[in-house]
């Protein structure tokens, strides 16, 4: 699966309103994890901080990645999430091969 793309993205949001982001990625998931190409979308709470998490993505490739980004979905979720959110996540791509 060379052309597969793995990604960690860091969210943080607003003292407090974790909740809110655990309770929009569990309307968001599962048309995310129906869209063509997507492996893996799952999000993590942060151990001992309940504002900040960890989305790991695995799409098999990159154009489905692309379309991921633009869905209707996507649109409207990063929208609503500005709400809640601290700032900008933090996306941080994997190489495709682990290294130990």
């Not at 309940?50 to 098999?60: C, K, Q, T, Y």
């Not at 996507?74 to 609503?80: G, L, N, T």
Request: glycine fraction near 6%; charged fraction near 25%.
């Amino acid at each position: 699966m060379s052309d597969s793309v793995r990604l960690v993205i860091l969210i943080e949001t607003l003292p407090g309103r974790g909740r809110e982001q655990v309770e929009a990625f569990a309307r968001l998931a599962p048309a995310v994890r129906a869209e063509d190409g997507c492996l893996q979308y799952d999000l993590h709470e942060v151990s001992g901080d309940r504002d900040r998490f960890v989305l790991v993505e695995h799409w098999a490739t990159r154009a489905a990645l692309a379309a991921h980004d633009v869905a209707p979905h996507m649109r409207e979720a990063d929208a609503a999430n500005k709400a809640f959110r601290a700032g900008p996540v933090q996306v941080i791509e994997l190489s495709g091969t682990p290294v130990a």
